[in-house]
Each structure stands twice: as structure tokens, then as C-alpha cells.
């Protein structure tokens, strides 16, 4: 009898035991398929780690790759709806005034300044800065204005799509485009048009350019700019103005074909309430052996206020062009053109991919 008690004793404890793993494994099974059905926006709108600089870099990386592996505009459109408000809460930025070159320890870009329009150079106390010419100009423009750095390019990229996308019918509105900017009449009916003809993605240069074609181009546009490396333009302008929270002064040179300098130097104004703040950035180049009237542009760089009146330290610089300051002197056209020779140094090592 004892023997019997025992064997049926060990029997429902371990029918208990196994009852109670399967009752844990139907437990876990529905809460892995609730959590993968939960829609995107509500996934995206949970960071994933502590909100430090490494895991920030890590959060918007991994929301690009995400936008890359969208197969259509239909669906990039989709995911980007819904990190719009995440990127919103989780992260706001916006442009950060009242910087310099001599606080951020950045060195100016002789090459681009040689393209500055002659109405800028009336300013001697503001430059041109390096960025690195790797396609990802504009995003790196971004990251400095927003960050004092370059690093965050990945970032502003990524904002970049998503602005661009949920406000396609904006960017592509002639009305909007025109704000900002006084233009001839012919010119100003069909800003839109034009900025369709500029953009990569416009590949027959004899089609009609209609709304549908604008459309078309724009959609091709942010699919392309996903990639890494990839070159922008005025419509990520548009986007990024609206990121920042501020104007962007667009400055073109006065140097290759006239249409391009009319429409593309110009003020941008964002498409939120921002402020009056004006950002600025110019449309440069890496190539240096094209003639003025050849010359397209294929780089951006910011322009900064050199900042407090400094004195570059023996003119001593490195390899990443970047330089000491110290002391106090009254003049300058003396930092000016000490920020000029040092940045003429290492140039073509500098911009070794082109945009």
C-alpha cells in the first residue's frame, strides 16, 4: 500500500509539473505573438535603451536600416508616418544658435570660401567650414548646426526621409517653394517644375514636367537618399529647415549656369513654427578642375561666425585640419586668413570620395 501511495504520489507531482510547463509555454506563446503584432508606431515610440549619445546613434541607425529594407513609397510612407512622432518625443532638436568656429575647434574650407558670392564676403568674420565630402554632406551640415559635431549625419539623414515623406504634398507645392524667395514671374509659376528637373531622378530631360511627374521624381528621390553616401539637394534643404526649427539662408556661387544660382540662392523657411533664428549653408564643390562656366556643385558646407577674436597658436596644424587657438588680438583679418591657410592644407586628402 505504501509502495502504491508512493508511485501515484510521484506520478501527480509530476503530472503537475508538466501541466505547469505547458501552462508557462501557452502562456508565453500568445504574449510573443501580441508583441509582434503591435503596430509600428508603437514599437518605434519605445526606446530601447537608456537615452545616452551611444545608444541615440544606435536608435536612429537602426531606424534607417529599417527604411532601407521598405520595398516601395507606399510602405516607406507607412513606417515613416509612424516615427514621425517618435523622433518628435524621443528626441527633439532644432538648430543651436550663436555658434563658432573658434568654440567648436572647426577648421574653415578654403575652397569653398574662394566660391563665396561676392555680397558675403562683405562679412569677413564668417566662414565656410570643412565637412567631409562622403555624400553625406548635407546630413553632416545638419549634425554641426544641430550638435556643434559631424557624427550625427546618420541622424539627420534619417529625419530627413521621414520629413520629406510624410510632407511630400508640401515640398512639391509651388506656393510653399516660393516662400522665402522673390522670383521673376515665369520662374516663380514654375519653381516646382524646375526643382524636378534639377533632381537626379529626373532622367528624361525631354518629358513634360507635369504634377504627376514631380510626384514621381520626388517619391524616387526618398527612396534613393536611404543609402548612406547618397547625394541631396534642395528638397532635403526644405526638410532640413523644417528639422532644425529655423530658416536656412541657401547660398549658391556666382559661378556656372545663371538658372540655378536664381532659384537655388535663396532663403528657405521652415514648415512648422520656428524661429527666427538663419542657419546658413552653401553649395560647394570637391572638384577643382572645372571651369567657372561649367561649374555644378557636388558638396555643402555651413557657415559659421568665426567667434571671439583669437590668434592661432604658431599656425601649427594636423592632419585632420583642425588647429589651435588662444590669445587675443584686435584684428580679424588676421584670423581670417590664418583660418584660410591652415584649412588649404591637406585638401584633396580631406575630400578623397566625392559627393
Same mark, same amino acid.
Given at each position: 500500500?505504501?509502495?502504491?501511495?508512493?508511485?501515484?504520489?510521484?506520478?501527480?507531482?509530476?503530472?503537475?509539473?508538466?501541466?505547469?510547463?505547458?501552462?508557462?509555454?501557452?502562456?508565453? =506563446?500568445?504574449?510573443?505573438?501580441?508583441?509582434?503584432?503591435?503596430?509600428?508606431?508603437?514599437?518605434?515610440? #519605445?526606446?530601447?535603451?537608456?537615452?545616452?549619445?551611444?545608444?541615440?546613434?544606435?536608435?536612429?541607425?537602426?531606424?534607417?536600416?529599417?527604411?532601407?529594407?521598405?520595398?516601395?513609397?507606399?510602405?516607406?510612407?507607412?513606417?515613416?508616418?509612424?516615427? =514621425?512622432?517618435?523622433?518628435?518625443?524621443?528626441?527633439?532638436?532644432?538648430?543651436?544658435?550663436?555658434?563658432?568656429?573658434?568654440?567648436?575647434?572647426?577648421?574653415?574650407? #578654403?575652397?569653398?570660401?574662394?566660391?563665396?558670392?561676392?555680397?558675403? #564676403?562683405?562679412?569677413?568674420?564668417?566662414?565656410?567650414?570643412?565637412?567631409?565630402?562622403?555624400?553625406?554632406?548635407?546630413?553632416?551640415?545638419?549634425?554641426?548646426?544641430?550638435?556643434?559635431?559631424?557624427?550625427?549625419?546618420?541622424?539627420?539623414?534619417?529625419?530627413?526621409?521621414?520629413?520629406?515623406?510624410?510632407?511630400?504634398?508640401?515640398?512639391?507645392?509651388?506656393?510653399?517653394?516660393? #516662400?522665402?524667395?522673390?522670383?521673376?514671374?515665369?520662374?516663380?509659376?514654375?519653381?516646382?517644375?524646375?526643382?524636378?528637373?534639377?533632381?537626379?531622378?529626373?532622367?528624361?530631360?525631354?518629358?513634360?514636367?507635369?504634377?504627376?511627374?514631380?510626384?514621381?521624381?520626388?517619391?524616387?528621390?526618398?527612396?534613393?537618399?536611404?543609402?548612406?553616401?547618397?547625394?541631396?539637394?534642395?528638397?532635403?534643404?526644405?526638410?532640413?529647415?523644417?528639422?532644425?526649427?529655423?530658416?536656412?539662408?541657401?547660398?549658391?556661387?556666382?559661378?556656372?549656369?545663371?538658372?540655378?544660382?536664381?532659384?537655388?540662392?535663396?532663403?528657405?523657411?521652415?514648415?512648422?513654427?520656428?524661429?527666427?533664428?538663419?542657419?546658413?549653408?552653401?553649395?560647394?564643390?570637391?572638384?577643382?578642375?572645372?571651369?567657372?562656366?561649367?561649374?555644378?556643385?557636388?558638396?555643402?558646407?555651413?557657415?559659421?561666425?568665426?567667434?571671439?577674436?583669437?590668434?592661432?597658436?604658431?599656425?601649427?596644424?594636423?592632419?585632420?585640419?583642425?588647429?589651435?587657438?588662444?590669445?587675443?588680438?584686435?584684428?580679424?583679418?588676421?584670423?581670417?586668413?590664418?583660418?584660410?591657410?591652415?584649412?588649404?592644407?591637406?585638401?584633396?586628402?580631406?575630400?578623397?570620395?566625392?559627393?
Amino acid at each position: 500500500m505504501v509502495g502504491e501511495w508512493k508511485i501515484e504520489k510521484v506520478l501527480k507531482v509530476k503530472k503537475k509539473e508538466r501541466s505547469t510547463e505547458l501552462g508557462t509555454e501557452v502562456h508565453k =506563446k500568445p504574449k510573443q505573438m501580441v508583441q509582434k503584432s503591435l503596430s509600428t508606431e508603437e514599437q518605434q515610440s #519605445k526606446p530601447e535603451m537608456e537615452n545616452t549619445e551611444v545608444s541615440r546613434k544606435q536608435y536612429f541607425a537602426t531606424r534607417l536600416n529599417h527604411l532601407n529594407k521598405c520595398e516601395s513609397f507606399a510602405r516607406l510612407h507607412e513606417e515613416c508616418l509612424a516615427l =514621425k512622432p517618435a523622433f518628435d518625443t524621443l528626441y527633439p532638436i532644432q538648430y543651436r544658435e550663436n555658434m563658432n568656429i573658434t568654440d567648436l575647434k572647426l577648421s574653415a574650407d #578654403k575652397v569653398a570660401y574662394e566660391l563665396v558670392p561676392g555680397d558675403f #564676403k562683405e562679412h569677413p568674420s564668417e566662414l565656410p567650414v570643412n565637412v567631409i565630402g562622403d555624400g553625406n554632406c548635407l546630413p553632416r551640415c545638419g549634425s554641426i548646426l544641430a550638435f556643434g559635431h559631424e557624427s550625427a549625419h546618420e541622424e539627420i539623414r534619417a529625419r530627413i526621409i521621414v520629413e520629406m515623406v510624410c510632407n511630400e504634398s508640401l515640398y512639391t507645392d509651388n506656393t510653399f517653394l516660393n #516662400k522665402g524667395v522673390e522670383l521673376p514671374p515665369k520662374e516663380k509659376e514654375h519653381l516646382s517644375k524646375t526643382y524636378t528637373m534639377f533632381s537626379e531622378e529626373y532622367m528624361y530631360m525631354n518629358e513634360v514636367v507635369t504634377a504627376q511627374t514631380t510626384q514621381r521624381v520626388f517619391n524616387q528621390e526618398a527612396m534613393h537618399i536611404r543609402k548612406l553616401g547618397s547625394y541631396m539637394g534642395i528638397w532635403q534643404m526644405f526638410a532640413l529647415s523644417t528639422i532644425l526649427k529655423c530658416k536656412i539662408r541657401s547660398i549658391y556661387p556666382s559661378v556656372g549656369a545663371s538658372l540655378p544660382r536664381l532659384l537655388l540662392d535663396r532663403t528657405i523657411l521652415p514648415a512648422c513654427n520656428g524661429t527666427m533664428a538663419e542657419a546658413k549653408i552653401m553649395w560647394s564643390s570637391t572638384q577643382q578642375d572645372m571651369s567657372e562656366k561649367n561649374w555644378i556643385p557636388n558638396h555643402f558646407v555651413p557657415i559659421f561666425h568665426v567667434g571671439p577674436v583669437t590668434e592661432i597658436d604658431d599656425f601649427d596644424f594636423i592632419n585632420d585640419n583642425s588647429f589651435s587657438l588662444s590669445d587675443i588680438v584686435e584684428n580679424d583679418d588676421i584670423l581670417l586668413s590664418a583660418l584660410l591657410d591652415i584649412s588649404s592644407e591637406g585638401q584633396d586628402s580631406k575630400f578623397a570620395h566625392l559627393d
